[in-house]
């Protein structure tokens, strides 16, 4: 625990410094609270990872178009979220209707 400033030039010190801490403190909450800019670094780098190992297993041509398919989603991700969404939902209703037959 700090001691109590003395005089009026170590108060304004400490006020100082204090408020460098919580600007750092307020950014640091500000980036983690930040979710869209942090699926989107996350799903970013996963792209990535998937567009690499794409390129060493098949050949230029294909690597090539998956990339330019990736371009695309990264400009507009949202519909091809919902289509996967849907995909995944319809995919659920169809085994549970199965697995109740």
Do not use: W, Y
């Amino acid at each position: 625990m700090t001691d109590f400033p003395k005089n009026a030039e170590e108060a304004r010190a400490d006020r100082d410094v204090t408020r460098e801490e919580l600007t750092e403190t307020l950014d640091a909450l500000g980036r983690k609270l930040d979710v869209k800019t942090r699926v989107n670094d996350n799903l970013d780098a996963k792209v990535d990872q998937a567009s690499a190992k794409i390129s060493e297993k098949v050949s230029e041509p294909a690597a090539d178009k998956f990339r330019q398919g990736t371009e695309i989603v990264r400009d507009n991700p949202l519909p091809i979220f919902v289509g996967v969404f849907a995909l995944l939902v319809t995919i659920r209703l169809i085994m549970r209707k199965r697995s109740s037959s």
